[in-house]
């Protein structure tokens, strides 16, 4: 911590859906940070109308413990609502150095980051880590089941699938827990155990993170160095995001495919399907020749597809709006800036095991406007093309 830090409460968020692993991190932090206490909401009761706390430290179970009510029937509502009077109640108590808040398994750290940061003094988010086996990252990317499904739903309005919650789990930490040989111990004998393509396909999906294996004993000093909450954000903003590199290693391939020109908006509807089945995940920015101002994010895990707008580009925008948009885009786009298109371009990675590149690279540029269709320019492609992501976005006007 900072000397800036030195009075508040270091807090660092441990998530990740693989619970054993998950739980195994949050020992390894007690056992080897001196003053470090854990606290987490356990949303599985959330049926009975309550979430169960719990807090303890590397002898056992603390003061504290109890339970929170529901909020608008919101389990993960009833945790925002819990999580800041505890941390306070803990800072305000002395003799802690470290707060761990271990996530309840479909609980996404961003959003608990930025509770806690939001906060400000006494407490401070120091890190954000998600806890993995990497014998489980290929099933679990592949479960397109829904979380209501599974028992993991933190609200009757959850709508996430077990894949693209745990995709998001991935993405946003810097730091990566691999507790492979930790969870082995606890492990039935049958279970699947790592090997090289599972850990290739781990640190092809997590190019920003610091991965750091269980029992060499780093994790609980790693939580403790910072974490910059805007930095984080702006990781997964589509216009900016850090995405998988270009890669092939131990069976599983990224393909970093980048175009300038746009997509014919019938010929892409009509492949989303392959498109999204091609890889265990995939995600990118794109445009659409008949939307040439919205800048839309491409994010797929488990067979289930979701593009949505995410505003304008940076060229669609008047040069007054540009000091309102945050420093991390600005040199995004000016590092791909296009002479006609500005920062307006195709980015999409896709990762997996078993990847046919060559054939997603046909499929992925069948799908651009030919040349002569290109030739028609900007009010030839609103006018003449289909307007096929009707359905899935806002009607064109």
Known sequence: MSGADEDRLAVAVVGGLHADARRAAVDEILRTVPGAVALHHDLSAATDRAVRRTVRD??????????????????????????????????GGGGHRLAVVELWDSVEPQAMAAVIAAEG??????????????????????????????????????????????????????????AEHAVA???????????????????????????????D??????????FDIEAA????HPACALLPQESDEHGV?????????????????????????????????????????????????????????????????????????????????????????GDRCQHLTFTSPGLDRDGLLSLLDSCLLTDDEYAAGPDGWKHHLPHAFDDLLDPVA
Do not use: K
């Open 253 to 341: 391939s990224t393909l970093v495919w980048r175009r300038a020109r746009p997509f014919h908006p019938g010929r892409l509807y009509a492949a989303l399907e392959d498109l999204t089945c091609a890889a265990a995940r995939s995600r990118g920015r794109f445009w659409l020749a008949d939307r040439p101002d919205a800048l839309l994010a491409w994010d797929a895990a488990g067979g289930a597809l979701c593009v949505e707008s995410r505003g304008p580009w940076l060229a669609a925008l008047p040069d007054a709006a540009w000091e309102m948009v945050p420093a991390e885009r600005r040199v995004a786009a000016s590092l791909d800036w296009h002479p006609e298109h």
């Open 217 to 226: 004993g780093a994790l609980g000093p790693a939580l403790l160095h910072g």
């Open 233 to 236: 954000a702006a990781r997964q």
């Open 58 to 91: 590397a002898t056992g179970s603390l003061g504290g413990g109890g339970e929170a009510p529901l909020v608008n029937d919101c389990a993960c509502c009833a945790l925002r609502e819990d999580l800041i009077p505890e941390l306070l109640r803990l800072a």
């Open 121 to 178: 003094a006494p407490l401070a988010l120091t890190g954000v880590a998600t806890a993995v086996d990497p014998a489980l990252v290929v099933p679990y990317l592949a479960n397109g089941d829904d979380l209501a499904d599974t028992g993991l739903a933190a609200a009757p309005t959850d709508q996430r699938t077990v894949a693209d919650t745990f995709a998001r789990q991935l993405e946003y930490p810097t730091l990566i827990a691999v």
């Open 185 to 215: 111990e606890n492990s039935a004998p049958d279970e699947p155990e790592a090997d090289d393509a599972d850990h290739a396909l781990l640190t092809q999906l997590t190019p920003g993170a610091r991965r750091l294996r269980l029992g």
